[in-house]
T-cell receptor, first 115, second 110 residues
C-alpha cells in the first residue's frame, strides 16, 4: 500500500479566507481522490484528480470553491475557498491501490474548523 | 432511502466477544465490497476487500457478502480493546466511485 501524508493535519480559519491542503504520496499513482467527512456522516467524494488534466468534480462541488492541482504523479492540493462554518470538516485524500480502483488508501486527513 | 445503510451504533461489547457488523444496500449491481477501519483522528484503513459474493478470512476478521439479500457483514473474533474504532463499509460498481456507509462505532470493553 502507498504511504500518504497530508498537510496541515489541522487548522482553524476565519470565514472568508482560503486554505490549501497538500497530499503527498510515496509512489507514483494515476488517480487521487479528495473526500470530505463530516461528523457522523459518510465520506463524500469531492473530486477525482488526474495528472495532466482537470479534476472531475462530483455533484454539489465546483471548481471555484474547491480548486485542485495535480502537478505530478505524487502530489496534489485541494483549496477550500471563501470558507464558511459549513466547510468545517475533515478533508481526506486517497489513492488507488494495487488491486485497482476499488481499493483506495487514505491519508490521515486534515481537520478544518472555520469560525 | 440511502444506497448503503449502516447502523451508526455505538456497539459496545466485552473483550473476547465475537463482533458482527453489517451493511445493507439497494443497488444489486454492486460488485466490490470493502470494510475500512477508522481510528479517531486518523484516515480510513482498508481491512477487507471482496469481489462478488462469498466469504473472505484474514486472521480474526471475516467478511461475508450475500448478494441475494444485498447484505454484507464483518465478523471480528476474539475482539480486543485495540479493535475499538469506527468501521465503514464501502461498495462500488465496476468503477472508481465508492459508495460509503455512515460507519459503525465499535467499543470493546476490557
Amino acid at each position: 500500500s502507498a504511504v500518504i501524508s497530508q498537510k496541515p493535519s489541522r487548522d482553524i480559519c476565519q470565514r472568508g479566507t482560503s486554505l490549501t491542503i497538500q497530499c503527498q504520496v510515496d509512489s507514483q499513482v494515476t488517480m487521487m481522490f479528495w473526500y470530505r467527512q463530516q461528523p457522523g456522516q459518510s465520506l463524500t467524494l469531492i473530486a477525482t484528480a488526474n495528472q495532466g488534466s482537470e479534476a472531475t468534480y462530483e455533484s454539489g462541488f465546483v471548481i471555484d470553491k474547491f480548486p485542485i492541482s495535480r502537478p505530478n504523479l505524487t502530489f496534489s492540493t485541494l483549496t477550500v475557498s471563501n470558507m464558511s462554518p459549513e466547510d468545517s470538516s475533515i478533508y481526506l485524500c486517497s489513492v488507488v491501490g494495487s488491486q485497482g480502483g476499488e481499493t483506495q488508501y487514505f491519508g490521515p486527513g486534515t481537520r478544518l474548523l472555520v469560525l | 432511502q440511502k444506497e448503503v445503510e449502516q447502523d451508526p451504533g455505538p456497539l459496545s461489547v466485552p473483550e473476547g466477544a465475537i463482533v458482527s457488523l453489517n451493511c445493507t444496500y439497494s443497488n444489486s449491481a454492486f460488485q466490490y465490497f470493502m470494510w475500512y477501519r477508522q481510528y479517531s483522528r486518523k484516515g480510513p484503513e482498508l481491512l477487507m476487500y471482496t469481489y462478488s459474493s462469498g466469504n473472505k478470512e484474514d486472521g480474526r476478521f471475516t467478511a461475508q457478502v450475500d448478494k441475494s439479500s444485498k447484505y454484507i457483514s464483518l465478523f471480528i473474533r476474539d475482539s480486543q480493546p485495540s479493535d475499538s474504532a469506527t468501521y465503514l463499509c464501502a461498495m462500488s460498481l465496476n468503477n472508481y466511485q465508492l459508495i460509503w456507509g455512515a460507519g459503525t462505532k465499535l467499543i470493546i470493553k476490557p
